[in-house]
């Protein structure tokens, strides 16, 4: 038997359109498509402003503000085909839910490295919504709530919400700049990871790479020490309560560095632990200024330079000047190679007190001393 073959159905002509519509010739068809069309980029252009107050609730999900905006006009122009008049309903109504879709969509494929079926994203997305749900009603101190309580607020197994959260995790990159410091999960911090935020930010962002870790994992920047014996100075410029909470956070008052964590640190104020997480967010902005940068700058740059010239002075001593160069005189040493580390804390604490206000001075006790 022979299969049947489909003949392609003839395309109407513009006058028998004209005609099975109701219009009286294929011209006044013509003028009413292209006022269609103008109508319809006119709705378009005017729920804009709604694309981008949509895609503004987006923004922090792992798309650029443009992707989202592109994918939220997408679905605006899906639902405006989509819309019927008669049904009574405001045509901003319908499209919101066509925009977040379109949106939705466009996160879940593009903004992960290893894209998640729209399904499971949608899974992942009722988890967190219930654990976040699950940590305004439970004590704020408490931390993540179990996975037995959220899996039963999403209705689902155990092992299946473990599945989902694992397969939600984000991939990190080896060749990633390691900043440290920004941490708001409540863990305890080091002082090193407040010395390498610092330095990030004195640095124009170029931070510490893998090649910069030792065994251990600990960073072996050349300068890292220098800069956290500064570090006591540099918070001379931050209130005294900021002060304290960034001592604890990152361990500088302890003779042992034990960092203390934000349920810690909340308790010993008497109050929550997201109160202390905005005080410390705080002064970090405030040690992002360019006052405290210009102190970083100041105290990196004699360290550097020493280093350079004993490596420099090293070199000879085993390779001889090279050709056509004179042996490199000894220069005498300048105030911060003689005293070292110590010079350089006490002019920064120099510069630190310039900043302040004699009423601020007086009242706020001497670096290393406070919160002991």
């Not at 996975?147 to 939600?168: H, Y």
């Not at 918070?235 to 560095?257: I, T």
């Not at 964590?261 to 992002?288: C, D, M, N």
């Not at 100041?298 to 280093?307: G, L």
Request: proline share 6%; glycine share 8%.
């Amino acid at each position: 038997r022979r299969p049947m073959r489909r003949e392609p159905a003839p395309q109407p002509s513009v006058a028998e359109l004209a005609a099975q519509l109701g219009y009286e010739s294929p011209d006044v068809l013509r003028r009413a498509a292209r006022e269609g069309k103008a109508a319809r980029l006119c709705m378009v252009e005017a729920n804009m402003r709604l694309v981008l107050s949509i895609a503004g609730r987006y923004k922090k999900m792992g798309l650029p503000i443009t992707e989202l905006v592109h994918a939220g006009t997408v679905g605006l122009i899906y639902g405006i085909d989509k819309f019927q008049w008669d049904k009574g309903y405001r045509l901003s109504t319908y499209v919101t839910w066509w925009i977040r879709q379109g949106i939705s969509r466009a996160i879940a494929n593009q903004s992960r490295t290893v894209r998640l079926p729209s399904h499971v994203y949608e899974q992942v997305a009722r988890i967190k919504k219930a654990r976040a749900e699950l940590m305004r009603e439970g004590d704020v101190n408490s931390g993540d709530p179990p996975v037995e309580a959220i899996a039963k607020r999403v209705g689902m197994s155990v092992q299946k919400v473990e599945d989902l959260l694992r397969a939600s995790r984000d991939l990190v990159s080896l060749d990633q700049t390691l900043e440290t410091a920004n941490n708001s999960s409540g863990t305890p911090m080091s002082s090193n990871a407040l010395a390498d935020e610092l330095l990030l930010q004195a640095t124009g962002g170029e931070g510490l790479g893998v090649e910069d870790l030792d065994d251990d994992g600990e960073a072996r920047h050349p300068i890292s020490e220098d800069i956290r014996l500064a570090l006591k100075d540099i918070l001379l410029l931050l209130e005294p309560r900021e002060r304290n909470v960034l001592r604890m956070r990152y361990g500088l008052d302890s003779h042992d560095g034990r960092s203390l964590s934000l349920v810690e640190i909340s308790a010993a104020y008497g109050v929550t632990r997201e109160r202390i997480r905005q005080i410390e967010l705080k002064a970090l902005r405030k040690l992002r200024n360019p006052k405290a940068q210009k102190m970083l700058v100041s105290y990196m740059a004699p360290v550097s330079t020493k280093q350079s010239t004993v490596a420099q002075e090293q070199q000879e001593r085993v390779e001889g000047p090279g050709l056509g160069q004179r042996p490199t005189p000894a220069r005498p040493a300048e105030p911060g190679e003689a005293e070292g580390a110590e010079w350089l804390a006490n002019e920064m604490l120099k510069a630190a007190e310039k900043t302040r206000t004699p009423s601020k001075l007086e009242d706020a006790p001497a670096p290393g001393r406070e919160g002991q």
